[in-house]
Every structure is written in structure tokens, then in C-alpha cells.
């Protein structure tokens, strides 16, 4: 049973292109989380997704930012206009439907860069 | 507000010496608890999780934590380290029932492992 994926890995993009990130829950798994890793911080909560509905966006930036998990395929988080303060590591994590204390399962996340 | 404190951000032993971290968070009641791992490059891996039940809880490599809700605390502890475990410590919480899920992260504590 192949983990949390995505990708790409890494990420580069010059100010003000677009960036979309890609997440693959485990198999079975209904719930997307995404969460932002900042220099020097620790994680912090960004959105939470079922498939095609967003249940919770209250970490997401008001502007610029969207995310998505469609019936088929990934879920994407989609950053359009970057800035350099949108250089961060973006890490996805999924857990099966119910409890919301079900564990999460973390992708490896990917590393954006803007320069 | 809810929040979550890691006292320390960087921590040396040596190994084979005893190890503990810190973790304090603050909320009226007993949240979820749980202590992450992150590897450089990679994401998250969960060490442990606290529930409810027993105080002392076992997690995998070793690593045991303890609730102390007078101190509102869950610190980390592991009674020999090994070079291995040198990587990046997150502490989180998960608030109330009814919550989506989101987990409240610490800003974490690097552990560096001398020879």
C-alpha cells in the first residue's frame, strides 16, 4: 500500500507564475489535509478537503490561494501571482473517513521555491 | 488561544545518553496529543499519540511520553539515543470534539546526536 504522494518534490518558480501542487491520499483514505511549512516554523494548518468538498479553510490565505479534491484523481493546491514569501515546504496528509482524531499519514511534501 | 510550546529548539546528546523534550500546550481541557518526527527532506512520521486512558504511552523507536495534565505537558523521552535519531521533534495537539481535524503544531526542536 503505497503512502502519501506528491509532487513535484521540488518546485521553482520565478514571482508572479503559478504554482500547483499535488497530492495522492493512501488508498481508502477520504480526508486531505495540507499544511505549510514555513523557515524556521513549524507546521501550520492551511485546509482540509473531503472529495469534492472543502470542509475547512480557515488556515488558507484569503487571496491567491485555492485548493481542490476532485471524484478522480489528486487533490491540488494551486498558488497563483507567487511571492518569495510563498517559498515554503507544502505537506499533505491523509486519513481515512470518521473520527477526526484518525490518524493523518504525511506525504513528503514539496519544496517551493521562488525566486 | 490554543497553542502549542516548544521550549527548546535545538537539543545536543550524546549517544546513548538520555534524552527529553519538551511539550506544553495550553487548553481547558484534555486535547488530543501527539509527537512527530521529520527526517531532513522528508515529511512527517508519527512517533506517538495520547488519547486518553493511560498517561504513559509507548510509541515506536523507543520513545515514550507522558501526560501530566497539572503542567499541561507531553513530554518526549527516550532512555538511550541513538546517532539515527537525530532529525527534527514537532509536538501537536488536536482541540475538541467536533474539530475537523487540524492539528496545532509546535514550532519543533532539532536533536543533535554527538559520537
Known amino acids: 500500500n503505497a503512502g502519501v504522494m506528491q509532487n513535484p518534490r521540488h518546485l521553482v518558480r520565478r514571482r508572479g507564475q503559478e504554482a500547483r501542487l499535488r497530492c495522492s491520499p493512501m488508498k481508502g483514505h477520504s480526508h486531505v489535509y495540507w499544511y505549510r511549512q514555513l523557515p524556521e516554523e513549524g507546521l501550520k494548518f492551511m485546509v482540509y478537503l473531503q472529495k469534492e468538498n472543502i470542509i475547512d479553510e480557515s488556515g488558507m490565505p484569503k487571496e491567491r490561494f485555492s485548493a481542490e479534491f476532485p471524484k478522480e484523481g489528486p487533490s491540488i493546491l494551486r498558488i497563483q501571482q507567487v511571492v518569495r514569501g510563498d517559498s515554503a515546504a507544502y505537506f499533505c496528509a491523509s486519513s481515512p473517513p470518521g473520527r477526526s482524531n484518525n490518524e493523518q499519514f504525511f506525504g513528503p511534501g514539496t519544496r517551493l521555491t521562488v525566486l | 488561544a490554543q497553542s502549542v510550546t516548544q521550549p527548546d529548539i535545538h537539543i545536543t546528546v550524546s549517544e546513548g545518553a538520555s534524552l527529553e523534550l519538551r511539550c506544553n500546550y495550553s487548553y481547558g481541557a484534555t486535547p488530543y496529543l501527539f509527537w512527530y518526527v521529520q527526517s531532513p527532506g522528508q515529511g512527517l512520521q508519527l512517533l506517538l499519540k495520547y488519547f486518553s486512558g493511560d498517561t504513559l504511552v509507548q510509541g515506536i523507536k523507543g520513545f515514550e511520553a507522558e501526560f501530566k495534565r497539572s503542567q499541561s505537558s507531553f513530554n518526549l523521552r527516550k532512555p538511550s539515543v541513538h546517532w539515527s535519531d537525530a532529525a527534527e521533534y514537532f509536538c501537536?495537539?488536536?482541540?475538541?470534539?467536533?474539530?475537523?481535524?487540524?492539528?496545532?503544531f509546535g514550532l519543533g526542536t532539532t536533536l543533535h546526536v554527538k559520537p
Open positions: 501537536a495537539v488536536l482541540y475538541g470534539s467536533g474539530n475537523t481535524g487540524k492539528r496545532i
